[in-house]
């Protein structure tokens, strides 16, 4: 009996921890929970700018008045002339997962308005005072008061259809939260970009923007994109961006990018848009750069701003409760799509910076654009004639296109050519140019087929080390359709019968080693890729170099050859080709201004 009494004792001490262990968890009060759910919506000042602009958008607002107080830390007031509220739906926006935009988590698949959880306002109304007024037509309206998520008012008011929310004290009853506010000069500039974002998207809507008192933005609706950010960021900035539209399957890709010239001059920009919604995405926006490739040195990072249209049903937007970022079915597609845009809008003449590319003339006022013959790999072609570096293109020129005219040519220090300009003295880079003109040869004759070769009269004989030879056996295609002819010899010795020619001092046995030894670890994934690395790596190698004396003749055929280039500014490392001194510049340095 008394062991029997014993393990009862030692069942209920056990019962009574358990029991002690379960009292521990205890369901949050309401108010916790709904500043806990505040701060995954409402982050600063900015947020709940944000969220009460796309809140006025879904109303249907043609007009939206932003007015903010320090920085947003004193007053918060976004009103609108939409569609307004009636009584009972304003006192129902501040409860939680209320919302006119969804009723059933299928709506959630292709749901085109901004706000469609149901958490901004209870969740601003619980760490803020906010007043809300609201009319649903202009024969009466209603005034909502809560403050830290309690109700404290509603009445009758007289007012015009739409709605005003007023936020002020944000965060006054967390403490913790306040202090990690920053500078109301820095929340201002938060505010600012939302701002800029959102009036960017929605170019039908008239924006007004107050700070402290003051206007700071008055942005009356916008035709096109174009015109919604000069008015933004002003004419001359804008003049550094090309266009970009192109359809890529079912993925279209519209917007602005910025000219590799103008590439780290200003402030970078970056928006990205897609079903009209403005969001974070790091993938888009590598997908834009790698367009770059070629055009800009390390480092250097261009601004854009890309709108992305892909099919509903290919996009979630339940995934960030702030909206901000969404989760793509199948991304490689929409980057593939977004990286050929780009590069489409970079190899236009326009997208080509420097000395504005004109033809040359005595009379600056009788001065045409240059016409570029259509793009034609063999016509490029170095051929070794006497002493040319190689024949100018043979290609036939549009009907309507202007030919070619050539300034006299000076070659300086072995290294650069020079002319006079109607804007300038222009400098040309021959080893850059030359690298440039090489590049776009070689990749057209990757990408189209294989470019003729000249036979040697006695094979070379190559002694690979092994890494040298894996770079071979990877890009053994690429350099047969280069102009190679290439087989193995035993071991890691070849025999070269035949190399390409791009002008008279080509060392191929040089260039092609010191290509190999450049490939080396070459991983690159897809064949266009590696057909990129290795035509950039060629053309620097095989290019002309500093401290080539050149013939007038070389002179003008290079000159030529640049200008036929789909980027002509820009050698494969992202450096300049091209360098204008202005006129204006020299009148300074020689005090004629």
Known sequence: MAAIDTRCCIAAERRGAIAFHMARIAILASAVADQIAAGEVVERPASVVKELVENALDAGATSVEITIEEGGRALIRVADDGSGMTA?????????????????AEQLVGVRSYGFRGEALPAIASVAEVDIETASDNDGGTLVRAAAGALLETRAIARRQGTTVSVARLFYNTPARQKFLKSARSEWRSILEIVHAIAVLRRDVHFTLRHDGKVVLELPRA??????????????????????DDVHGAVHVAGLVERPADAGTATRR?????NGRTVRDHGIVRAAEAAYRSTLPSGVRPSMVLQV???VNDVDVNVHPAKSEVRLRDRWPVERAVEAAVRRSLGIFEASAGIGWRTWSPNPSAAVPFARAPFDVPSLRAQPT?????????????????????????????MYLMFEHDEGVVLIDQHSAHERVLYEQFLGVLERGEAPAQRLLFPMTLHLGPIEAEAFESHRAAFDAL????????????????????HPRFDAERCLRETLAALTGDRAASDAKRHERLAATFACKAAIKAGDVLS?????????????????????HGRATIVRLAW???????GRT
């Open 88 to 104: 009972e739906d304003a006192v129902l926006s501040l409860e939680r997962h209320a919302t006119s935009k969804i009723t059933s």
């Open 223 to 244: 035709e096109s994109l174009r015109a919604r950010l000069a008015a933004l960021w002003g004419h001359a900035d804008l003049a550094r961006f090309v266009d970009t």
């Open 270 to 274: 970056i928006l990205v848009m897609i």
């Open 309 to 311: 249209r892909v099919p």
């Open 386 to 414: 006497g002493d040319g570096l190689f024949e100018p293109s043979s290609a036939p020129v549009a009907l309507e296109a202007e030919p070619i005219l050539v300034p006299p040519l000076l070659q300086l220090r072995r």
């Open 483 to 502: 102009g190679f002819e290439i087989e193995g010899f035993g071991g890691h010795s070849v025999l070269v019968h035949a190399v390409p020619m791009p």
């Open 552 to 572: 007038a003749g070389e002179m003008r055929a290079l000159y030529i050859a640049l200008a036929e280039t789909r980027l002509p500014a820009h050698d494969v």
């Open 584 to 590: 204006e510049e020299l009148d300074r340095r020689f």
